[in-house]
């Protein structure tokens, strides 16, 4: 059996202990991390937090060659067990690698444990070393007994986060299927059987749209890890669990009683929204995926031009089974809709890249954002949500949904491999009428999308609203009382650009008037007039003048409900959101 040890080596100076024991090794057997992680499309090179890598065989040491940057061979003597026992430093606080100190500790085992070439298919261990007194541990990897958890390959092993420490749990039954949530961080007015709830109607609503009536989910148990924080936002599905990180503030707090779903606020909405994201992702791309999948080489990138397709219709139903759970109201589930739309709207990219080309370069794009990358791409995640609510207003139209199509796809593929011409197929089976030329539009060109006319179509009326003073010029900022005002990005084809503004300035004064927020600046412009602009770059103060556009395009806009619809239109408005 080829077991994984992880222990706590030191937690203040964030370091595990991992000692892998191999038996039967091969004479020059290879070993690796993955440089990346299944969800997250990025090379993020684990290994660099690798240090004091030692081998031997028995008594013997082990002569260790490093081949490349992730990847090792030991040369081995017999078949006596290679054992290896190395560090890992785990400071990350995101939900994609490993983190540990005195309070808490987390890790992927992708960022832990070395993969033994030419035994990837064997079962693997994980075995825990002593932990503190009080500490917990939670992962919906099956345990064998104390501290001792199993999985049948290595593929499964690296898709079982764990968690370590003190922590809130509780649990749920939903579609046969029991269900745990573990809260670490957390204020002491946390209210957790009120989050506990919400989490159950979700899953319940999500397992009913995949056909729960007729079968159970697809896996034994779910466990949500969630770590609140001061400041943070993110998540990665897994087979059977999800890593979650969210603000603390967003939690619910007990005494806060029974609210109206209108008083929820948007931080509450979005960590409901996350929470929902991330459990339909365990059938649409941990199950579902696309064909690109079927063999994951962990060394190196693994591009899809189907992320649209994969994260882009779990955003759009996100929010819409929220609303189906009865955790939204229309108003507010059209709020939501509507940052997406202003989203897409304020990205120069979407007229540069296509939302497929987007998901192919995902891996040096939307990971690795900088300066410019609003004026060269375009979101995969808020376009393809809105790619998938164009398609499910047109199939509606035609007495369909987007629904059908998903479980089509679910049930034709077994859960499988898909391609876009397999999407296309089962468009054109549930509706009845062939989708394709729209879909290529939509998903391989870079025109605008019809949302205002399928929309209206639909009841809902899209109104334009007053952009801010930075989005009317082209920019996007960074305030705050101790760092001013200061220019994160400079859109493409703005007045900003045109001034000659640049990613780094420092936003002084507005003819001659000191600026603590730039919208301030709005109490005494005047319309399209230019004005005065004093800025700090590079240690110099510059003078620019700056001259807003005379008919500035629609950047904002709200979605409400149309107040007296024609009767087709409520009704597929009805189809859509409920009456």
Sequence with gaps: MIEHRIEIADAHAHQFRVTLSL?????????????????????????????????????????????????????CRGRAPLVLSFLVFAFDTSVRAAFLDARRGFFNPSS??????????????????????????????????????????????????????AFWRGGFTAGGVAHELVVSGALPSFDGARLLADTAR?????????????????????LFLLNAVEDGYGGLEHRASTALLAARRDL??????????????????????????????????????????????????????????????TSYYDDLLLLRAGLLTAPQYLRQLAKAVNTLLGTPGRQVQSVAEASFDAWTRFYKSDENTLNATVSYYAKGALV??????????????????????????????????????????????PMTEQLAAWVHGTGE????????????????????????????LSEGAMTGVQVKSVLRGSAAEAAGLSPGDE??????????????ARQWLAGSQPFELLLSRDQRVLGLTVTPPAAPAALNCTLTLEEQPALAALALRRAWLGS
């Design 112 to 165: 832990l444990c070395l993969c033994a070439h030419g035994r990837e298919a064997e079962p693997q261990q994980i075995v825990l070393g002593p932990l503190p007194a009080g500490w917990d541990v939670a992962t919906a990897m099956p345990a064998l007994g104390a501290q001792r958890y199993q999985a049948a390959d290595y593929d499964e092993l690296i898709d079982h986060p764990f968690e370590l420490g």
């Design 202 to 222: 979700i899953c319940r609503a999500t397992i009913q749209f995949w056909g729960g009536a007729v079968g159970r989910p697809p896996f034994d148990r779910y």
């Design 449 to 476: 999308l019809p949302l205002a006319a399928a929309l209206a179509r639909a009841a809902v009326a899209w109104r334009d609203e007053p952009a801010p003073l930075a989005a009317l010029l082209g920019l996007r």
């Design 507 to 520: 936003l002084l004064a507005v003819d001659g008037w000191r600026l603590r927020r730039l919208e301030d």
């Design 388 to 433: 998938a609510l164009l398609l499910d207003l047109a199939l509606r139209e035609r007495g369909h949904s987007l629904d059908e199509v998903m479980q089509r796809l679910w049930h034709t593929a077994a859960g499988g491999l898909l391609e876009e011409a397999d999407i296309a197929a089962a468009i054109e089976a549930v509706g009845g009428v």
């Design 23 to 75: 038996p039967a090794p091969a004479a020059e057997q290879s070993l690796s991390l993955p440089v990346w992680v299944p969800g997250s499309y990025m090379v993020r090179d684990f290994a660099r937090h690798l240090s004091m890598l030692t081998a031997r065989q028995g008594r013997r040491s082990v002569p260790l060659t490093q081949l490349d940057k992730t990847t090792w061979r030991a040369d």
């Design 252 to 313: 619910p707090r007990s005494g806060a009683g029974d609210r109206p779903l209108e008083a929820a606020s948007d931080g509450t909405l979005t960590l409901l929204g996350l929470i929902s994201h991330e459990y339909f992702h365990a059938w649409n791309v941990k199950r579902l995926k696309p064909r690109e999948f079927e063999r994951l080489d962990l060394a190196r990138e693994h591009p899809t031009r189907l992320l649209w397709f994969f994260e882009g219709v």
